[in-house]
């Protein structure tokens, strides 16, 4: 992102976000308390150790680990052989032990890029590390009848699997980071490892900004944003943030670096405190843990646990099905949307020179009519009660001729309701498609004879009195003719009427 400023100098924004994922592990980082805590009474799922009582010991969650190094290897990083936590010390009332256990100098990964595309243009942005801590208290702030104002700790949430990725100050704009998040965030919940929730804040972010005269390879002063819950959020404060240290260059004025809070309501950052330097935390080696040694064979085993990636799965279904970019963007949207599509194509395999043609109408089935439903019931894909292969067994009774298009549409909107097999429905509610061009002939004739007016106009040379033909007989039929063939036999019988 540039910006000019009214003395005609051209700034650079510089951006790297620091985004604190909660895992989707059933006990916390250290101990064995339940993570399903989000409906649960304050402080009822805590033990000595995520009290942070004297005397305890934590003990590793191994699923967190893994997690941890699978987001990493998605992420393109590189698996160090060696890892261990550490302490970070700060006393904030939402910290139990006045320390958290977290990673220093060894974190389980390091080096990795994701990629993201903007205006045609593919941006690469670094990652400087993917590494494990444990998430902290939740502090409640009240008010009494009097005004005094006070706060509460909620102990639940203190010590859940706390994953840290930490990007380079690669990103160049507001958008840039919107388009980071989203990314990551669809990766994330594409390999498992962490529902990523912003709205229930397993998914949470912090913003490192700055500005600096464009060509200038030195950063200039950094200001943190802390705890942004929603892209918008993101978007709005890192846009107010670069025009204020903007300003403030523009004034003679220094950035100072500083950790800053975003005001929603109000539309801009407040200072909160001075920024904490490395040092400030006190970093030493967690006593309690013994170091990790992470070997190849283990990492590998875990890389094969990945699922198709986003990127990769779009690229594959533009290749094998010939959709476009914009179909498979949304295809692939979420897994389970991706998983719909890929078991519904699977029903074809066998269908040869068939499976291109069916796999672009299962396509638009799914953009169309599915997506509709969806929407207006607010239903999730996961638990849409059509079966992939009956939205294939549906498509195959259209294209033999069974089913018109107009009929096909009740008779999945009857699917979606029930679960149906879409051949019962078709009998029951009697929509098979009349293909027979003796009924089909009478019916044009009874059509023909009870509308004169639009048989002249045809006949004048009035292309669009066909249409309306043509309706007249689906009506009569209640959409079940073949409309190929009422064309047909229109055009047949046109040719020699009065």
């Known amino acids: 992102m540039t910006t000019r400023s009214l003395t005609g100098t051209e700034y650079e924004t510089v951006i790297g976000l620091e985004v604190h994922v909660q895992l989707a592990t059933k006990s916390k980082m250290y101990c064995r308390c339940s993570t399903d805590y989000a409906d649960s009474p304050p402080n009822t799922h805590v033990c000595p150790v995520c009290l942070g009582m004297p005397g305890v010991l934590p003990v590793i969650n191994r699923q967190a680990v893994e997690y941890t190094i699978m987001t990493a290897l998605a992420l393109n990083c590189e698996i160090p052989e060696f890892s261990k936590f550490d302490r970070k010390n700060y006393p904030y009332p939402d910290l139990m032990k006045g320390y958290q256990i977290s990673q220093y100098d060894l974190p389980l990964s390091v080096n990795g890029w994701l990629e993201i595309e903007l205006e045609g243009e593919t941006r690469h942005i670094g990652i400087t590390r993917v590494h494990l801590e444990e998430d902290v208290a939740k502090l409640l702030h009240r008010q009494d009848q009097s005004g005094q104002t006070y706060s509460l700790v909620d102990v639940n949430r203190a010590g859940v699997p706390l994953m840290e990725i930490v990007s380079e100050p690669d990103i160049r704009s507001p958008e840039e980071a919107r388009l980071y998040l989203v990314k990551l965030r669809q990766i994330l919940q594409y390999i498992g490892v962490s529902k990523a929730s912003m709205e229930e804040g397993a998914f949470r972010c912090d913003t490192n900004v700055s500005i600096r ?54 539309g801009r950052t407040v200072t909160q405190r001075t920024k ?69 194509v699977a029903a074809a395999r066998d269908d040869g020179d068939l499976l291109a043609r069916r796999a672009k109408l299962i396509s638009n089935w799914m953009l169309g009519d599915l997506a509709h439903l969806l929407n ?34 009740s008779v999945f909107e009857e699917m979606f309701r029930t679960g149906k097999e879409p051949r019962q429905i078709v009998q029951e509610l009697g929509l098979t498609q009349i293909s027979g061009s003796e009924e089909v002939a009478a019916i044009v004739e009874s059509v023909l004879a009870a509308n004169r007016r639009p048989v002249a106009d045809f006949q004048a040379g009035k292309e669009e009195a ?28 046109l040719g020699t009427s009065l």
């Open 466 to 493: 066909l249409r309306f033909l043509v309706g007249q007989v689906m009506r009569e039929t209640r959409g079940r003719a073949n409309p190929a063939l009422v064309n047909e036999i229109l055009r047949e019988k």
């Open 276 to 344: 904490e330097y490395a040092h400030d935390y006190r970093y030493f080696p967690e006593p309690d843990l013994p170091p990790m040694t992470l070997g190849r064979e283990y990492v590998e085993e875990l890389r094969a646990r990945l699922p198709e990636l986003p990127d990769a799965r779009r690229r594959r279904l533009c290749e094998e099905y010939d959709l476009t970019d914009y179909e498979a963007n949304l295809l692939t949207e979420t897994r389970a949307r991706a998983d719909y599509y890929d078991a519904a």
């Open 376 to 409: 207006v019931t607010e239903t999730d894909i996961s638990e849409v009660k059509v079966a992939p292969s009956q939205l294939y067994d549906m498509i195959t009774l259209i294209e033999d001729g069974t089913l018109s298009g107009k009929a096909a549409k």
């Open 213 to 266: 005269h464009r060509g200038n390879p030195e950063l200039g002063g950094k200001v943190e944003i802390k705890n942004l819950n929603s892209f918008r959020a993101v978007y709005s404060a890192l846009e107010y943030e670069v025009e204020r240290q903007r300003d403030v260059l523009e004034a003679g004025g220094r950035i100072e670096q500083e950790t800053r809070g975003w005001l929603d309501e109000e």
